[in-house]
């Protein structure tokens, strides 16, 4: 790794912050549409974690693109033509960030201009995504209700399950 300064750090510090933002809400975007995928081709509507890992590899052996993703998703559930392209526009977004960002926009991290593109890029993109994710989070919990369940029910049990200590650990070292 290339050594940078102290004030090099503190200048690229809010970019690569927007950065990991925006992969973390494209990531939640693709796994909360294939979790939704899983759900519709699952057997009476039993998703298992077999279930889940099954349909990410069905998806992982076709080399499916995430645009292919929402194709079957739109196969699954008769969707209004906005909606799809409503949702399509978050996988160009997502594609966008996830497939050479960094390498297209290289020249702009040189300056504080460039910097400042680069941070404002980055924020459309998040919202982008953010309101498609909300958007399948409202269709995700709709169909885990057809089931019995709720996306609550599965927030509270991921609480439940998390412990902050091992986080605590990790920033300790």
């Known amino acids: 790794m290339l050594e940078s300064t102290s004030s090099e750090t503190q200048a690229l510090q809010p970019v690569i912050y927007e950065l990991g933002v925006a992969v973390y809400c494209c990531q939640q975007f693709e796994t909360t ?4 995928v899983s759900i519709l081709t699952a057997n009476e509507g039993v998703v298992t974690s077999e279930s889940f890992k099954n349909e990410l590899a069905v998806h992982s052996a076709k080399k499916s693109t995430l ?20 949702i399509q526009h978050g996988v160009e977004t997502r ?20 910097r400042s593109e680069i941070i404002d890029e980055l924020r459309e993109a998040q919202y ?28 509270r049990e991921a609480s439940f399950r998390f412990d902050p200590d091992i986080v605590d650990e990790i920033f300790q070292h």
């Open 33 to 36: 549409l294939l979790f939704l």
């Open 67 to 86: 645009g292919k993703l929402a194709g079957a998703f739109k196969t699954k559930l008769s969707l209004p033509a906005n909606y799809e392209l409503y």
């Open 95 to 114: 594609n966008k960030i996830m497939h050479g960002f960094v390498m297209r926009n290289a020249p702009k991290f040189l300056s504080a201009d460039g």
């Open 128 to 155: 982008i995504i953010n309101e498609r994710l909300q958007s399948l989070n409202e269709v995700l919990d709709r169909a885990l209700r057809v089931f019995g369940g709720s996306l609550d029910q599965l927030r």
